[in-house]
Structure formats: structure tokens, C-alpha cells
């Protein structure tokens, strides 16, 4: 057994004589608790080297509330400096130049929460104090840095965050909104105070004569899904999700703009990535109005005959994209144009453009025009009476690129379908040499030169061939198109088109109400 005076005693009750080695020496000097061996010191470093702000061996009282606490100086050191190393540090250097008690120390009273300090002191004795849910964190976080912590602000602000998103809590990590594409966002700045660095939290308040921190909110949203929340998070954190239809992704894009995702949003937007064995180039599809400016590129095609338009210097440029903080790579860019917003008048071989779709084509149009170092068109606002070109209602014709009317071509490897003429009595038509035959309502269109001919239910009438691009048999005939697919140079290039003729064929296409 042990003696008061730290030496060993036998069953025997004799006493022993042992030479206290220097190891022994520096432990038995040491802090209970405290390693001090230097050749185990290393190892153990980030635990155990508290610096000597406060004596470590000295105990402080610490009155929170009505509860007292009763902290060493090696406790309240380990996380310093801060607002008890300062008080109490103050204490000890007044007494020191007065030649007064050391060990008469004051007190220190803080009108807080009891029961957050006990967490807090647990931090302060070395254990690990992790957030239980929103509101538990946000106390956390406040008297944090009222305490002035550095070391648990700092582990609060690399921790979870606690978010309600339509009334169900969330632990979001912090790193999961550090992606370029994903930052800034709705939470990053709606709850900046949660997501800013640990040097500058609170911003704009002066912590001079401060008595309290300001009451703080765990961040919540309210009227959005939960559910949805939780699928864009699955996806952050790179899981697949299947999108289950277009409705499906219609509310996780809906949300994704909500919540300002846009790296989020370009990976769930329709598309379509595949390599064209055709033409020895990757290629993707993309509607209209997913189009960003940043991902448009242009890129020459030299070779490209003189008969489809060049652009400055007479190179041809093919327009690119590459989806915005997704892809590393730009592709040709097929281009969707849906909502039955154009409408081709084949004789003069030109696409209009209605609504939002021409809104839409002409900002189009003039980024192509910037990425070609085109001049601008457009009048001077200052010298027009009425405002000029910011007055001017959006036309492609307003881009140096293009006239009101865009033109367009069809070839032989534009598919076309769904063509319906009004009347069946009339004589087949043509469209560009090259194209595919379509079919609809007893009515057909032949490839030119292929010596098939147009047929009805009750004759088929001769083919007389036409030389390419002679559009005189279709008159004044024009098509809407439902959705199309074309190719961008400084023109449009048919790819697949969804076409009526005539009012037949927009009755045809008519759904009647479930």
C-alpha cells in the first residue's frame, strides 16, 4: 500500500526506499491528467499541449446562471485566449504588481445558460461536444463566440449544420455547398452568419461592451419539400438518382433554382452527351431554354462548304457548348426548340420565331456574335428619341448574324416528320433536294431525283424533278413546327423536325380533355 510521503509498503507493513527516477519526477510534478514525457509528448500533441496562459494546477470559479463551475487553469488554457483567460489572466497581473494574495481570486459572473456551459466545460476538459440538433447548435454557436473560443468556434463552423427545411432538421455538412458551381446559394447567404469564417462571425457587430450575443434562429425554410431537399442532397453527395419523369424533374429543378444550385442544376436538366459516328464528333442535345452564356463556344470548320455561310474571315463556325461547372469538355451543340414556337416558310427557306422562343434565339444569336467579335447592329440608345435598341421588341435581326427571319437548311440527313397536307387533292410539293420522305393523311414528300412520286387515295401523280432548292411548287407554304432539332452555325441546320401543314395538321395533333 501507498504511505502519505509516496513510498511503498509490503504486506508486511516494511517500508521501502525507492530512488525516484527522472521520468517520475516529471510525472509526479505534472497536473494529473497531463502527459509530460517528451519522448511520448509528439504522439499525443494535439490533446495535450496546452499552453501556460493560466497556472494549470489553479481553479477557477466560473459562475454561469445560478450554477457555479469550478474550471482549472490548464481546463480554461486548452481553448484561450478567451473572455475567462482574459478575466482571469487580469486578476493575477493586478495582484502580481500590487503584491497582493494571488490566490484571492474574484468570481466571475455571466448571466448565461447554465445548461450550455455544461457542454462547454466539457469541451474545456478535453472531451468532444458535437451539436444535437438546430437549436442545441445554435446555442453552441452563440456563446461560442461570446466565450470567445477559437478552438470550438472553429469546430462548430468545420462541423454540420443544422437546417428545417418544410418542418424535418437536416445535418448538412459544410463542405457539401463548397463546390464552385453549388456557391454562393440561398444558405450561404440568407444564413451568412452560420457560413462565414471563424475570424469574422457576426459580422458588422462590435464585440467591445457587448452583454450578450444576438439571439439566433437555427436556419429554416419554410414551403418547400422536404422530400425534394432530401433527393438534392442524395445527389450533392454523389449518388445517382433516378429521375423518375419529367414532373419528378421539374420539382428538383424548381428547387435547385430556389435554392441557387447551379452545378446541381446543369446535371439534372435534359440532356443528351453520345458520339457521332457520322461525323466523328461528340455531340450534345439541349433545350433552348437550358442554354447558358458561359458554356457557348464557337469553333471553325474550315472545310465547310461556301454554300451554307461563314462567318468573319471566311471561317465557318460550328457552336459548341460544354454544360457550366459540369463538363470539362465543349460539344457540338444540337439545339431542341419545343412549345411549337416556329414556323418555316418554305419558299423563301427562313425560321420564325414567336413568344418566348424568340426571346430566347436572339439572346442566343448575339452571345454568338460576341464569341465572333461581331460589331453590334443595333442603334445607339443615347441618339434614339424612344430609347433605341433597349426599346427595340428582341429579333435575331438585331444581331449581326442573322435577319428577323433566321435561315435554315434542310439536307439529306434531316429527318422530318409528321407532315399532314389540308387537302388531298392537292399536288405533291417539294422540299429541298436531299430530304427524307414524310408521310401523313395519304400524303407523301419524295426525296428529289429519287424518281418516287407524291400519292393520294386515288392517283399518284408524276414526279418532275426540280433542281436543289427550288421551293416554286410549295408557294407560299409554311410549316409550325412542334419541336425541332438543329445544328448551329450562323444559321440553323435541320436535324429532326416535328412539322405541321396547315390546319389539319395542327387539328390532327390535338388531344382531346381526359
Not at 440553323?492 to 390532327?508: P, Y
Request: contains cysteine; glycine residues 10%.
Amino acid at each position: 500500500m501507498m504511505s502519505m510521503n509516496g513510498t511503498f509498503s509490503g504486506s508486511g507493513g516494511k517500508e521501502e526506499d525507492r530512488t525516484p527516477t527522472p521520468i517520475d519526477e516529471k510525472r509526479s510534478t505534472a497536473p494529473p491528467g497531463i502527459l509530460r514525457d517528451p519522448a511520448l509528448l509528439p504522439a499525443r500533441k494535439l490533446n495535450t499541449d496546452i499552453p501556460h496562459i493560466l497556472p494549470h494546477e489553479r481553479v477557477f470559479p466560473i459562475q454561469i446562471g445560478q450554477e457555479l463551475f469550478r474550471l482549472s487553469g490548464a481546463s480554461i488554457s486548452s481553448d484561450a485566449p478567451s473572455y475567462f483567460s482574459e478575466f482571469f489572466g487580469a486578476q493575477l497581473r493586478v495582484a502580481k504588481e500590487n503584491g497582493d494574495d494571488p490566490n484571492a481570486v474574484r468570481t466571475l459572473y455571466i448571466d448565461r445558460d447554465p445548461v450550455t456551459f455544461k457542454d462547454i466545460s466539457l469541451h474545456l476538459q478535453g472531451y468532444h461536444v458535437s451539436p444535437r440538433d438546430g437549436s442545441h447548435f445554435v446555442k453552441l454557436f452563440a456563446d461560442a463566440q461570446f466565450y470567445s473560443l477559437p478552438r470550438l468556434m472553429s469546430q462548430l463552423y468545420e462541423d454540420r449544420t443544422f437546417i428545417s427545411i418544410g418542418n424535418r432538421d437536416f445535418q448538412i455538412p459544410r463542405d457539401l455547398f463548397n463546390d464552385p458551381g453549388n456557391s454562393p446559394n440561398y444558405f450561404t447567404l440568407g444564413f451568412a452568419v452560420f457560413f462565414t469564417t471563424p475570424n469574422d462571425l457576426f459580422p458588422g457587430l462590435s464585440r467591445e461592451g457587448l452583454l450578450r450575443p444576438p439571439s439566433i434562429m437555427p436556419p429554416a425554410v419554410s414551403g418547400r419539400s422536404a422530400d425534394t431537399f432530401a433527393e438534392l442532397i442524395h445527389l450533392l453527395r454523389g449518388y445517382p438518382l433516378h429521375i423518375k419523369n419529367e414532373t419528378h424533374r421539374a420539382e428538383l429543378l424548381r428547387d435547385c433554382r430556389y435554392f441557387h444550385f447551379k452545378g446541381l442544376e446543369q446535371k439534372i436538366i435534359r440532356h443528351h452527351i453520345g458520339f457521332n459516328l457520322s461525323r466523328q464528333r461528340s455531340e450534345i442535345t439541349l433545350r433552348l431554354e437550358d442554354v447558358r452564356q458561359s458554356g457557348i463556344s464557337v469553333v471553325g470548320d474550315p472545310t465547310a462548304s461556301a454554300s451554307e455561310t461563314a462567318g468573319p474571315g471566311g471561317l465557318i463556325g460550328w457552336v459548341n457548348y460544354a454544360r457550366p461547372f459540369v463538363d470539362d469538355k465543349s460539344y457540338d451543340l444540337i439545339l431542341e426548340i419545343g412549345d411549337e414556337c416556329t414556323k418555316i416558310h418554305l419558299h423563301t427557306m427562313r425560321a420564325e420565331f414567336f413568344g418566348e422562343g424568340k426571346k430566347r434565339i436572339s439572346r442566343l444569336f448575339e452571345v454568338i456574335a460576341t464569341k465572333l467579335n461581331l460589331p453590334t447592329t443595333q442603334p445607339l440608345g443615347l441618339l434614339m428619341p424612344s430609347g433605341g435598341a433597349s426599346s427595340a421588341p428582341p429579333s435575331p435581326g438585331n444581331t449581326p448574324i442573322s435577319e428577323d427571319q433566321v435561315r435554315i437548311v434542310l439536307d439529306r440527313s434531316s429527318d422530318i416528320q409528321n407532315i399532314t397536307k389540308e387537302n388531298d387533292h392537292l399536288s405533291p410539293g417539294y422540299i429541298p433536294s436531299g430530304t427524307h420522305s414524310v408521310s401523313g393523311g395519304g400524303y407523301s414528300i419524295s426525296i428529289e431525283g429519287s424518281g418516287s412520286a407524291g400519292s393520294s387515295p386515288e392517283s399518284i401523280a408524276p414526279v418532275k424533278k426540280r433542281r436543289r432548292g427550288d421551293m416554286s411548287g410549295f408557294g407560299e407554304e409554311s410549316w409550325i413546327v412542334r419541336t425541332g432539332q438543329w445544328r448551329l452555325r450562323c444559321l440553323l441546320i435541320a436535324v429532326k423536325l416535328d412539322a405541321m401543314s396547315g390546319e389539319l395538321g395542327r387539328n390532327a395533333k390535338r388531344m382531346f380533355l381526359a
